[in-house]
């Protein structure tokens, strides 16, 4: 689902920085819609062309500026998120966009640690405190069921079939529960998709 969502960004003009993130074949970047260059940071590359930060510590970086800055599935994994958050602002460009996921209802992942889970509400209070502007905050996937199949999908995605037909049965469940309550998505969220801007 969050593919879905990364291939509707367009990022066709100007520098990207990856931010948490290195390159490799299952990065979520691979899927964006542009033909600029892809450039990372994070603190553990051995790559020399990547940007080498602690995303901890507030880092100045003033020589490296971006016109488009992206943080996702890094949040979680960030115990002083708000330096990450200013991190990110100080190295986008005035008037850049920045754009970012984090998951709400998934399974503990290190990468070495997972720390936080944040609601829609929490996102934008921390967005507006690190200056961003035009805040939006949208749910990726949502759903009693989809949930549900979050959970159990360790197991069944050892079966791509099963697991393929259990996620459209459980997309249809959460279709027929949207008809009577909308919000049902909002309540249940898989996850986040964050945007804005310098």
């Given at each position: 689902m969050q593919i879905i969502e990364i291939r509707k960004l367009n990022l066709h003009n100007g520098s990207i920085l990856d931010v948490g993130s290195k390159k490799s074949s299952s990065n979520i970047t691979n899927h964006l819609n542009t033909n600029e260059k892809i450039n990372y940071a994070d603190k553990f590359t051995k790559d020399p062309n990547d940007l080498m930060i602690d995303l901890e510590e507030v880092n100045e970086l003033n020589n490296k500026i971006f016109k488009n800055v992206l943080l996702f599935n890094v949040l979680?994994?960030?115990?002083?998120?708000?330096?990450?958050?200013?991190?990110?602002?100080?190295?986008?460009?005035?008037?850049?966009?920045?754009?970012?996921?984090?998951?709400?209802?998934?399974?503990?992942?290190?990468?070495?640690?997972?720390?936080?889970?944040?609601?829609?509400?929490?996102?934008?209070?921390?967005?507006?405190?690190?200056?961003?502007?035009?805040?939006?905050?949208?749910v990726i996937c949502g759903g009693i069921f989809i949930c549900f199949f979050s959970s159990i999908s360790i197991l069944t995605m050892r079966?791509?079939?099963?697991?393929?037909?259990?996620l459209i049965f459980c997309q249809t469940l959460d279709g027929i529960i949207f008809?009577?309550?909308?919000?049902?998505?909002?309540?249940?969220?898989?996850?986040?998709?964050f945007q804005g801007n310098k």
């Amino acid at each position: 689902m969050q593919i879905i969502e990364i291939r509707k960004l367009n990022l066709h003009n100007g520098s990207i920085l990856d931010v948490g993130s290195k390159k490799s074949s299952s990065n979520i970047t691979n899927h964006l819609n542009t033909n600029e260059k892809i450039n990372y940071a994070d603190k553990f590359t051995k790559d020399p062309n990547d940007l080498m930060i602690d995303l901890e510590e507030v880092n100045e970086l003033n020589n490296k500026i971006f016109k488009n800055v992206l943080l996702f599935n890094v949040l979680e994994h960030v115990f002083n998120f708000k330096n990450c958050l200013k991190n990110c602002y100080l190295i986008l460009d005035k008037g850049g966009f920045f754009c970012g996921s984090t998951p709400f209802f998934f399974r503990i992942h290190g990468s070495p640690n997972d720390y936080f889970r944040y609601t829609e509400q929490s996102l934008v209070k921390a967005l507006e405190k690190t200056g961003f502007k035009n805040i939006k905050v949208e749910v990726i996937c949502g759903g009693i069921f989809i949930c549900f199949f979050s959970s159990i999908s360790i197991l069944t995605m050892r079966i791509p079939l099963l697991s393929n037909i259990l996620l459209i049965f459980c997309q249809t469940l959460d279709g027929i529960i949207f008809i009577f309550s909308k919000s049902i998505k909002k309540i249940y969220p898989l996850g986040y998709l964050f945007q804005g801007n310098k």
